[in-house]
């Protein structure tokens, strides 16, 4: 059996869409393995990101919250050519022709 999740709380508000409440959750969370502390920080960046905060000061860790910004970008513009290629008129095929 493995031991209690650390990271439960943060990331139940990440996903609930609390990220203030996430982020100073993850301002609580001490002495935590090298793994979970890199987890904390990408739920920390991503709660940043999601409040429309892409600058975090004091960071030295900008090229991450870009590269992270970056990927969620990429995967808002893939959603929605996903969604757009749901449409009708992307149904017919190309070679088909109007009947009059």
Same mark, same amino acid.
């Given at each position: 059996? =493995? !031991?209690?999740?650390?990271? %439960?709380? &943060?990331?139940?508000? %990440?996903?609930l !869409?609390?990220?203030? /409440? /996430?982020i /100073?959750e993850a301002a609580d969370?001490?002495r935590? =393995?090298?793994t979970?502390s890199i987890? #904390?920080d990408? %739920?920390?960046?991503?709660?940043?990101?999601?409040l !429309?905060s892409?600058e975090v000061? !004091?960071s030295?860790?900008g090229?991450d &919250?870009y590269?992270?910004r #970056?990927?969620?970008?990429?995967r808002q513009?893939?959603t929605?050519?996903?969604?757009?290629?749901c449409?009708p008129r992307?149904?017919k095929?190309?070679?088909s022709q109007?009947? #009059?």
């Amino acid at each position: 059996m =493995s !031991g209690p999740d650390i990271l %439960f709380t &943060l990331r139940n508000n %990440f996903y609930l !869409g609390a990220y203030q /409440a /996430a982020i /100073a959750e993850a301002a609580d969370l001490e002495r935590l =393995s090298e793994t979970d502390s890199i987890e #904390r920080d990408c %739920f920390v960046y991503r709660s940043y990101i999601e409040l !429309g905060s892409y600058e975090v000061s !004091g960071s030295s860790t900008g090229e991450d &919250l870009y590269s992270l910004r #970056r990927r969620d970008l990429h995967r808002q513009q893939t959603t929605v050519v996903d969604l757009c290629d749901c449409s009708p008129r992307s149904m017919k095929s190309p070679n088909s022709q109007h009947l #009059r």
